[in-house]
């Protein structure tokens, strides 16, 4: 019985999924996300016989959302509570990420060059250290704010299962 709430469960949530990567579209006018249109121009160019071995975006959040669900054992309540906190968490800590990358290509492009000076080099590692505290803060603040609607272990182990689940899917894209 268990199985097939969660089951219908993971059914419900990446059928939402699916329907927050519309959002995307309609708060852009109708455009795609960059990712979204090399992805459907891929598929477009593949010929027919030949199918993509890399899953969907849909598919990979399909699958994190199943496997999140498992490992944390959430009942249905827990996971309606967890997902859209979760998922803003996720969110913000992406941007911070991109804002870290960023820096550091930033960061390359004047090691690499001779006309950089050392304040211009030092004013982008002080802005380097202040995206990883930035990227820091969202973590601290998404534990915090799961851990208001699930069990603090279970709210500990999201933090565990990203990687767990990182790991996961490399394995699985380099077979």
């Not at 995307?24 to 891929?42: D, K, L, M, S, V």
């Not at 995206?131 to 799961?146: D, G, P």
């Not at 609607?149 to 565990?160: E, F, G, I, M, Y």
Request: proline fraction near 3%; charged fraction near 25%; charge should be positive.
């Amino acid at each position: 019985m268990k199985h097939i709430i969660s089951t219908i469960l993971v059914v419900l949530i990446a059928g939402s999924a699916a329907l927050a990567q519309n959002k995307y579209g309609e708060q852009h006018r109708g455009t795609q996300c960059p990712a979204e249109t090399i992805q459907n121009q891929e598929q477009q160019d593949a010929p027919a016989q030949e199918k993509n071995k890399y899953p969907t975006r849909e598919e990979i959040q399909s699958q994190k959302i199943a496997f999140f669900t498992q490992e944390l054992d959430l009942s249905p309540q827990e996971a309606q509570q967890f997902w859209p906190v979760y998922n803003e968490g996720w969110k913000k800590s992406h941007d911070a990420r991109r804002e870290i990358n960023r820096t550091l290509k930033a960061l390359n492009e004047a090691l690499k060059s001779d006309t950089a000076t050392d304040k211009e080099i030092e004013a982008l590692m002080a802005r380097y250290f202040a995206a990883v505290q930035a990227e820091a803060q969202v973590h601290e603040e998404t534990y915090k704010a799961i851990s208001k609607v699930l069990p603090v272990k279970k709210a500990a182990k999201t933090s565990t299962l990203e990687e767990k689940f990182r790991v996961m899917l490399i394995k699985q894209l380099s077979r």
